[in-house]
């Protein structure tokens, strides 16, 4: 079964600082996919940035990027110049590749962004 | 733009009682599933749907009914309704081959 772990329960980071949120997961599959959530305070679920595991970029949104490291199961996402409403707790997911709907979540990081 | 749409947002149950959770999305996406949120933790999936006529269980199944008539539709029933059953709950919906997957806002159910 996969697990995904995030060991940081909280962080804080100064506004237009560059923060990095740490996950990592483990799967004895070799095709998945890794995403990253943000959910507010109003809880709604917002994709953040995703990764194939095949691709060896990392990839790139705007202020988000990844730090992929497929053999060493890690996907840290790295959020630069940080603004207020980056604050959210932030989930990594793991899904297999080929049709399973399962998403696995990792507990979260708390990320508060001070002004 | 309605995307994915949860009924009810908020309720309130009495321990035993039965309800269900309405989802309906308007994209004509195949995948559907339900997943619940408790304190301190991620998501976990309930069940979820690969198309009309098709559910299969998750990883926190129990108590826990679906059914999938149409496309658009995916209900969750809970058939009596416990304390730890208390949780946040999401559906969710995404299109064959797609891979973004839409959330709809949560529904907060307390049972008491």
């Known amino acids: 079964a996969q697990t995904v772990t995030q060991s940081q329960p909280e962080m804080s980071v100064q506004e237009a600082e560059t923060v990095t949120l740490s996950c990592t997961y483990d799967t004895s599959e070799n095709n998945y996919y890794l995403f990253w959530y943000k959910q507010p305070p109003s809880r709604q679920m917002i994709l953040v940035i995703r990764?194939?595991?095949?691709?060896?970029q990392n990839a790139t949104e705007n202020r988000f990027s990844v730090n992929f490291q497929k053999a060493a199961k890690s996907f840290s996402l790295k959020i630069s110049d940080s603004q207020l409403g980056d604050t959210a707790m932030y989930f990594c997911a793991f899904q297999t590749q080929g049709g399973s709907e399962k998403l696995v979540f990792g507990k979260g990081t708390k990320l508060t962004v001070n002004p | 733009n309605a995307g994915v749409t949860q009924t009810p947002k908020f309720q309130v149950l009495k321990t035993g009682q039965s309800m269900t959770l309405q989802c309906a999305q308007d994209?004509?996406?195949?995948?559907m599933s339900w997943y619940r949120q408790d304190p301190g933790m991620g998501l976990r999936l309930i069940h979820y749907?690969?198309?009309?006529?098709?559910?299969d269980q998750g990883e926190v199944p129990n108590g826990y009914n679906v059914s999938r008539s149409t496309t658009e539709d995916f209900p969750l029933r809970l058939l009596s309704a416990a304390p730890s059953q208390t949780s946040v709950y999401f559906c969710?919906?995404?299109?064959?081959?797609?891979?973004?997957?839409?959330f709809g806002e949560g529904s907060w159910l307390t049972v008491v």
């Open positions: 749907s690969v198309g009309a006529g098709i559910t």
């Open positions: 969710a919906s995404r299109g064959y081959r797609v891979l973004t997957i839409y």
């Open positions: 990764q194939e595991a095949y691709k060896q």
């Open positions: 994209m004509n996406h195949e995948y």
